[in-house]
């Protein structure tokens, strides 16, 4: 008696966890030997619900951190492929705008009858019309004052001319600095091929070129191309200018006003032609 009142609680928590496990057993297989667990049988299948939800509620959270873990990573992968793709491609588009650069230039080319030199632009002036600009060649490679810039252009037929980008204003030893058609000092005169009438263009302030024929009465229409006419001492004949883009209505009659498209882009200009003209 002693025994058992010594070591009482110990043998009750014993027999407790023995009763338990033989429980669970027999809750497993429902019944055993026919006999219903009834009560215990339910209470220790409740506790086996319990275990088993929480034990999938835990495989489940960590399958989903796996998933998440795996699922960023393979995110980064495709995120660093669309950066490696668009510079390939960006590089590729670059090849392709050169190569058809090169190919209308040397189209061009077939049709110069001038010594000429091929400059690089490499500073802009302080202008958001691109109408003054210096190129990397200079008195050394023959470039001087009046010589004439031009620049490779094809038209929306798919002719490649001549296209009359400006003038040299000034020159240092390497580079020299030109100023465009787009300028208000720079005037031209200038012949519609469509009418064969003359007269003059300027450029302006903000960029847009405009011109006016000597013939009051000519008649000019919306696309007619444009060329240098050759009259006065800079700009040689045939270099084609750009298209008429809008005739104006003035009050002045004596006078027929036009709005002009020049043929260059001048946004993209960053390779021109310096044609060294003898005017002598």
């Not at 001319?161 to 030109?178: C, M, N």
């Not at 465009?180 to 005169?189: A, M, W």
Request: glycine share 8%.
């Amino acid at each position: 008696m002693e025994f058992i009142k010594k070591y009482f609680k110990r043998i009750l928590f014993y027999l407790t966890i023995f009763i338990l496990i033989v429980l669970i057993g027999l809750s497993s297989i429902g019944r055993v030997g026919g006999t219903n667990l009834g009560f215990f049988g339910g209470m220790v299948a409740g506790l086996q619900k319990v275990v088993f939800n929480t034990g999938q509620t835990v495989t489940n959270s960590f399958y989903s951190i796996q998933d998440i873990v795996r699922m960023r990573e393979e995110n980064n992968l495709l995120t660093d492929t669309v950066h490696e793709l668009k510079e390939q491609v960006r590089i590729l588009e670059n090849i392709v705008n050169k190569s058809q650069a090169l190919e209308t230039e040397y189209e061009m080319k077939k049709n110069l009858d001038f010594n000429h030199v091929v400059g690089q632009v490499i500073a802009l002036d302080d202008s958001n019309w691109f109408s003054r600009f210096t190129i990397d060649k200079g008195e050394k490679d023959g470039v001087k004052k009046n010589d004439i810039v031009i620049s490779a252009v094809e038209t929306s037929k798919g002719v490649v001319q001549i296209g009359l980008v400006g003038v040299i204003t000034e020159s240092s030893s390497t580079w020299a600095k030109a100023v465009t058609i787009l300028d208000e000092n720079c005037k031209i005169s200038f012949r519609d091929i469509n009418n064969d009438e003359s007269g003059i263009m300027q450029g302006s302030i903000d960029g847009t070129v405009t011109g006016y024929f000597f013939n009051s009465k000519a008649e000019a229409a919306v696309g007619d191309s444009l060329v240098t006419s050759g009259i006065g001492e800079i700009y040689i004949s045939d270099l084609y200018i750009g298209d008429v883009k809008e005739v104006v209505a003035t009050t002045d009659a004596s006078t027929r006003r036009i709005v002009i498209e020049p043929s260059v882009d001048f946004t993209k200009l960053n390779r021109v032609y310096v044609l060294k003209v003898d005017r002598e």
